[in-house]
């Protein structure tokens, strides 16, 4: 969604805001905006498009001086995307500029009673709505930018998250923030403010992560103030020492993030389990899980809250919940499960997973299952975002920054880690017998080893890619363990290739789906050798019978599916419930190898965004 820049200090605001831009790209866009003061009057511009597009305009229609100043990537909500409506928007008189990420709700009242007062507005944003209340609460009392901007926050309803400043006070920003994360990085005698660490991680590691309903008077030479905006509280700032370095969010010789971000894997699935993972002593070991074993332990039941990728990862541990730890599971959108009256009982444990730990919807989910009085487990990979504040526990995924909107390594280290919760519980419940328990210890460690192996098949898949690569649909078909997988598989083609594509268990296929297929439709059916093979060995037979073309995900060896497929690509064998983690790879291979053949954006998607804020 949004992404938000700003700076104050001794440096050229210019680069350091498009250079932070562009980190931002990422997190999914449509226009992009800067504004500068130059020790004179503000240097304004914007434009529908991407940051390159900024970049070429504003080095035509604008000085590029000054040592202050915000930027902006806009991902549409209110008003379509166009010059008019992208930001920084300037208040009536001039004076002020916002950068805004979120919804303000009620801009429609405010906006009415606006215009009554003789405002005049230029854009359809809300935003453009708050930027006017701040001045008008301003000019009424008389009031510094940091009081008025939170009188006027007082009476927004929605969410934000904000970089505000006055050409008649350059020495200042005001940042707040509800519902949309706001970092705040401070150097020497500067101060960045940013929608994550990205934009500023190369001049200081310190940074100020500002809560829900705080907001941050910045000025240059004094202490940073951190209020609380209902209450005006202050607030002891924390600083945190960032561990993210500038390499791991660099592409590293890669073409692609998302490509990057496969070839991770081996090495961030270790990564999730290293310090977890004792398979000669027969122990997992994670903190969050011990200090409160008995929630889980005397859990009626488990209830998983996801969006996208997330969610298929949490399908995943529904089959390895019941069969390791026989705790029923139910797994649900998370932006259904907040609006639908959910039933959530203090016995119930809830499991949000999230890469980013900004989606809204999940956010809101948690705080709903919060207020119903169950405990609430954080599985997310962002260390610091808002759901792993808003979690009672969790387990980070140590994945490292994802910065391909299509998640990769997200789903490989969610599942890792939510196979270890299951595992330790399966053994405090004595429902998985000691032998499997080590077996399953010794096949996880082996994992990174299997996954790199899997991502040999890399040629294989960009041959296939090259075949169906104009395919207008495809159908993926997956069991048990699997059938999540064919449902990510499908997600991953249609987000970044845009064919469209369905994923189905692939028994299902005989109530519906089975009717698409003709000799035009790619199959691509996940065939590992594991419980049930010979069903889906018929399911094949089916499909070749009426003239599908069948796309197999194989073990290795494989004689059966082989002889039926058009083709095959083999992955190392490994037990049932591990091999999501390998099967999955060369449908990452392969989405990413048709969307580049395609020539899509493959590390930014239309239309999406990495990190959902908004609902
Ligand atoms: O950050 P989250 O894991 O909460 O994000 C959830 C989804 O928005 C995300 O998985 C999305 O579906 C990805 N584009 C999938 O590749």
């Not at 680069?15 to 562009?22: A, Q």
């Not at 699935?269 to 899980?289: C, S, V």
């Not at 290739?497 to 996940?526: C, N, Q, R, T, W």
């Not at 070749?544 to 995900?553: D, E, H, Q, T």
């Amino acid at each position: 969604m949004c992404g938000i820049v700003g700076y104050i200090g001794h440096r050229e605001a210019y680069p350091v805001i498009i250079k932070g831009l562009k980190r931002l790209e990422y997190r999914g866009y449509d226009s992009a905006g800067v504004v500068l003061y130059d020790g004179t009057d503000l240097k304004l511009s914007k434009t529908k498009g991407k940051v390159s597009d900024l970049e070429a305009r504003a080095e035509k229609e604008i000085s590029l001086n000054g040592s202050i100043g915000i930027g902006h990537t806009r991902w549409a909500t209110h008003g379509v995307p166009n010059d008019v409506n992208s930001h920084p928007h300037v208040s009536n008189s001039g004076n002020l500029v916002i950068v805004h990420n979120g919804i303000i709700e009620n801009y429609e009242p405010l906006k009415k009673e606006l215009i009554k007062r003789g405002y005049v507005f230029h854009s359809d944003t809300d935003t453009e709505v708050l930027v006017n209340l701040i001045e008008e609460v301003k000019k009424q009392d008389n009031l510094k930018l940091g009081k008025a901007v939170q009188v006027a926050l007082n009476q927004v309803v929605g969410a934000y998250a904000i970089a505000v400043f006055d050409k008649e006070r350059p020495n200042e920003i005001v940042a707040a923030r509800l519902g949309s994360p706001l970092a705040i990085g401070v150097g020497k005698d500067e101060f960045f403010v940013a929608s994550d660490a990205s934009p500023f991680i190369e001049y200081t590691s310190n940074a100020i992560y500002l809560e829900d309903e705080e907001m941050a008077i910045i000025r240059l030479h004094k202490p940073l103030k951190i209020r609380k905006i209902k209450d005006d509280t202050l607030v002891d700032p924390y600083i945190q020492e960032l561990q993210m370095n500038l390499e791991q969010i660099e592409k590293g010789g890669y073409d692609h993030f998302m490509l990057k971000e496969i070839y991770e894997q081996p090495s961030v699935i270790k990564d999730t389990y290293r310090g977890r993972l004792h398979a000669n002593e027969g122990l997992i070991k994670m903190a969050g899980i011990e200090d409160n074993l008995q929630k889980f332990l005397n859990a009626d039941r488990i209830l998983i809250i996801a969006c996208g990728t997330s969610w298929h990862a949490g399908l995943v541990a529904e089959y390895i919940f019941e069969e390791f730890a026989r705790i029923p599971v139910e797994v649900e959108y998370a932006s259904e499960f907040r609006y639908r009256n959910p039933i959530v009982r203090p016995t119930d444990v809830v499991i949000a997973i999230s890469q980013s730990g900004e989606t809204a919807d999940t956010l809101a989910a948690i705080k709903l299952a919060k207020e119903q009085g169950a405990f609430v487990f954080g599985v997310c990979n962002v260390v610091g975002s808002s759901i792993s504040r808003e979690t009672h526990a969790g387990a980070y995924t140590h994945a490292g920054p994802e910065i391909g909107v299509a998640s990769t390594k997200a789903f490989t280290t969610q599942i890792t880690v939510l196979t270890l919760i299951a595992l330790r519980l399966a053994q405090a419940k004595g429902t998985m017998n000691n032998s499997d328990f080590h077996r399953y210890l010794q096949e996880l460690e082996l994992i990174p080893e299997k996954v790199a192996e899997a991502l040999e098949t890399n040629l294989v898949a960009q041959t296939i890619a090259a075949v169906y690569k104009d395919a207008p649909n495809a159908l993926y078909l997956g069991r048990g363990y699997n059938f999540p997988v064919a449902l990510e598989g499908a997600l991953k083609l249609k987000e970044i290739s845009y064919i469209h594509a369905e994923g189905y268990p692939a028994a299902e296929m005989k109530h519906g789906p089975i009717a698409l297929i003709d000799e035009s439709m790619p199959v691509f059916i996940i065939a590992p050798q594991q419980e049930h093979y010979d069903k889906i060995v018929s399911n094949i037979q089916e499909i070749k019978s009426r003239s599908g073309k069948i796309i197999a995900v194989v073990t290795k060896g494989d004689t059966q599916v082989k002889a039926l497929a058009d083709h095959v690509i083999e992955i190392p064998a490994t037990s049932d419930a591990l091999s999501p983690l390998l099967t999955t790879i060369p449908l990452q291979l392969l989405s990413y190898h048709i969307a580049v053949m395609r020539e899509c954006n493959v590390d930014q998607p239309r239309n999406l965004a990495k990190s959902v804020t908004v609902e």
